[in-house]
């Protein structure tokens, strides 16, 4: 399902790195200009190479603020799919106004939505092991075939730290005696490292392993576990968080089920109960982060609210009843508190 032209990296902090690098050749410095709700970690990234300029874009809008982008000639300009949830046509409409400048659309979210495989940016690219059974990988391509980056470094070895970590989770949840703390050490360890690459390629495990994935099948589970989340889980008539969307557009899928709360103690409340009962959410994202941040105060409100409820490929209908089970408890508790 891979496009028939791509390159493959370890992270697609990597990608963006070297995108960068490729099209830097003049004398005038290339900017970047970032969504101001982002991941800070991939920003300080790029901020130790380019200046970066941030725009407006939320996941409560259905478009980004235009008005707030102002690329010179030759910027390059980072476009998400935040969540999964966005469609292509605003992006593309602006883009037929803004030919002087490097469209880069990042699929992290949706890597296989419809907008991915028709689009019309000079690069695309996406994380596929946040959506995929893969301990690192990223995918670049120019839907405008244009030269592609490629990595000048060999696989990360990361990658294994994080293979080994999958494979004994898995031998601890079917019963070995294995220490949670043994698969955990090395979760964090190979996450550290993939973290910290600027231009590795992929590992050969995930280069091999992706022709033998069922993508469409891992798709609908997660499509499916959504669904089941927002039916089961009276979170709509809540007054203290709702969800994000409650639908979504043909030929996308959401990345996971996403929560607004009221306010960040509430958020902070739930997300520890939900630890506290082995459910472990993420927050997308953080910011300010290490004194990274957008600056944007209504991307840095909605930073403090948000929580993602983890509902893909590895939870079955009964995991995601035990979460929706757990959802409820807390709202019961917070209601009578």
Not at 17 to 38: A, D, E, M, N, W
Not at 68 to 94: C, E, K, S, Y
Not at 117 to 131: D, E, F, G, N
């Amino acid at each position: 399902m891979l496009p028939d032209r791509h390159e493959l990296f370890s992270t697609a902090t990597a990608i963006l790195l070297s995108i960068y690098q490729l099209l830097q050749t003049g004398k005038v410095p290339v900017r970047v200009h970032l969504p101001s709700l982002f991941c800070m970690h991939v920003a300080s990234h790029i901020q130790k190479v380019a200046e970066i300029c941030w725009y407006r874009d939320l996941p409560t809008e259905l478009t980004p603020n235009f008005e707030t982008l102002h690329p010179n000639p030759g910027d390059l300009v980072v476009a998400v799919n935040l969540f999964g949830i966005r469609q292509q046509q605003p992006w593309q409409d602006w883009l037929q106004h803004h030919q002087d400048i490097v469209l880069i659309e990042d699929h992290t979210h949706d890597p296989f939505s419809n907008w991915a495989r028709q689009s019309t940016a000079h690069y695309a690219i996406a994380s596929l092991r946040k959506t995929l059974p893969i301990p690192d990988g990223a995918v670049v391509w120019s839907p405008q075939y244009l030269k592609l980056p490629k990595p000048s470094l060999p696989q990360s070895g990361g990658a294994y730290y994080k293979l080994m970590a999958m494979l004994l989770k898995r031998a601890f949840l079917d019963g070995a005696e294995i220490s949670k703390d043994t698969y955990r050490l090395l979760q964090t360890q190979g996450e550290k490292y993939l973290s910290a690459e600027t231009d590795a390629g992929v590992s050969i495990f995930t280069r091999e392993i992706l022709n033998c994935l069922n993508i469409l099948e891992l798709r609908q589970q997660r499509e499916g576990n959504i669904k089941q989340f927002l039916e089961l889980v009276s979170i709509t008539e809540h007054p203290d968080w709702t969800p994000l969307f409650k639908s979504w557009f043909p030929g996308t899928v959401p990345f996971n089920s996403v929560l607004v709360c009221k306010n960040n103690q509430i958020r902070e409340k739930l997300r520890q109960f939900l630890i506290n009962h082995h459910i472990f959410t993420a927050i997308h994202w953080q910011q300010p982060l290490e004194g990274i941040s957008s600056h944007d105060p209504i991307a840095i409100d909605f930073s403090n609210r948000i929580l993602t409820v983890p509902l893909d490929y590895r939870y079955s209908s009964e995991d995601v009843a035990q979460i929706s089970t757990k959802m409820n408890e807390f709202s019961s508790i917070l209601t009578t508190a």
